[in-house]
Each structure stands twice: as C-alpha cells, then as structure tokens.
C-alpha cells in the first residue's frame, strides 16, 4: 500500500465517522465516491466538519460555499446533493492530511489550517482549498512538508 493510499484511507476513514456520528446512513462496502453519487450523505455531516475544525456551523457553511436557506432545505430533506459531499469531503480529506502530519495534534493541525500561508497567496490553508485546484495545492504542499522538501 503506497503512502498516497494510506493518506485517501484515513481521509475516507474521518469521512465515515463523520457520517457515523449524524446518525447517518448505515456504513456498507461503498466507496467514498459511490457513497457520494448516490446521495446518501447526511446533511448533519457538516455539523461533523464544524466540529472537527472547531468553527461554528455558519462558518462552515460559508466554507463549503453553501447558504443556510440551502442547509436548512438539505436537512428536511436529511441529505447533501454530491456536489455539495464533494465539498465536504474535500475538507475532511485535507484535515486528514494535517492531521496525520501532526500526529494526530489537533490543535496544531487547525493552527495550521487557519494561518495565512505565503505560497498560498497569503490565504489560509482553508480558503485557498475552496476550489478542487485550490485544494490540490494545498494537498501538494502538505506532501512537500511531509517529505522535508522547503516550501
């Protein structure tokens, strides 16, 4: 198993215990992806990710670029559409990544996250990963690090 594999597993690994924690669906041999598409993903998965980065649901929302009438609505109906999995995912994937950088300190993985970072145009690690691309660099320069190249 590549060091690329390990990482996407504890991605998947913090996404479904998110998931487990809203009471959400009961966890079968999906893959995250198929999970996704097939919109079984619970709209209490963002409260998850609130907790995780330690920021209130309103924060998270507008981190995941969805408005609260759009919230509100996915809750009645108990579910996020994919796109908006997608974008949930995308975070839990990136706090993952930090958060196996650190050791599992995850105080220091949020510091990290939340601090203007000069090879992302100053932004913090969680705005600049608002787009797929944006969070591909941030996902590279997590690697950088991890393999000791200066970034």
Not at 19 to 43: C, D, H, N, R, Y
Not at 119 to 127: D, E, F, W, Y
Request: charged share 25%.
């Amino acid at each position: 198993m590549t060091n690329e594999d390990t990482l996407s597993r504890n991605a998947d690994l913090a996404f479904y215990e998110l998931m487990g924690s809203t009471g959400g669906v009961e966890l079968k041999a999906f893959s995250t992806a198929e999970l996704i598409e097939s919109g079984q993903v619970p709209a209490g998965v963002v409260y998850g990710l609130a907790g995780c980065l330690k920021t209130d649901c309103k924060d998270t929302l507008k981190l995941l670029k969805i408005s609260r009438s759009t919230f509100y609505r996915r809750k009645r109906s108990g579910v996020l559409n994919s796109d908006e999995a997608y974008r949930v995912y995308r975070y839990v994937r990136l706090y993952a990544l930090i958060h196996t950088l650190f050791h599992g300190d995850a105080d220091s993985a949020l510091e990290w996250l939340n601090k203007p970072v000069y090879v992302l145009g100053s932004k913090t690690p969680l705005q600049h990963a608002e787009t797929e691309r944006g969070a591909h660099e941030v996902e590279t320069l997590i690697g950088r690090i991890q393999h000791g190249i200066p970034s």
